[in-house]
């Protein structure tokens, strides 16, 4: 059982930023990948960063240039900074990995509880 813990995030005006974080513990023997989704009301959940264990990055076009995606393998948190928020960018974000509990244990997904980001005025 792999556990997620979000903090950071928060009410924000058009323009600002933001950094949220997400640290993952329990049995974990190798994290293939972290990333941030989002879902606002009525939409779907979307991807907006994701981090492999290699490094490499991809985004939202909606997000790039504006969010940036980091991780810290040894201390198994991943970051999502946020900069020049937009009120589009208002859903709750969910930290995920992809990771394995042992060395024969299947690749499984999890998710953080979520955090709320509401960019208004």
């Known amino acids: 059982q792999v556990q997620l813990m979000e903090s950071g995030g928060g009410l924000v005006q058009p323009g600002g930023s933001l950094r949220l974080s997400c640290a993952a513990s329990?049995?974990?023997?190798?994290?293939?990948?972290m990333g941030w989704y989002r879902q606002a009301p009525g939409k779907q959940r979307e991807l907006v960063a994701r981090i492999g264990g290699g490094g490499s990055t991809n985004y939202a076009d909606s997000v790039k240039g504006r969010f940036t995606i980091s991780n810290d393998n040894a201390k198994n948190t991943v970051d999502l900074q946020m900069n020049n928020l937009k009120p589009e960018d208002t859903a709750v974000y969910y930290c995920q990995t992809e990771s394995r509990a042992g060395p024969l244990a299947p690749m499984r997904n999890y998710w953080g509880q979520g955090t709320q980001v509401t960019v208004s005025l």
């Open positions: 329990g049995s974990i023997f190798r994290v293939n990948a």
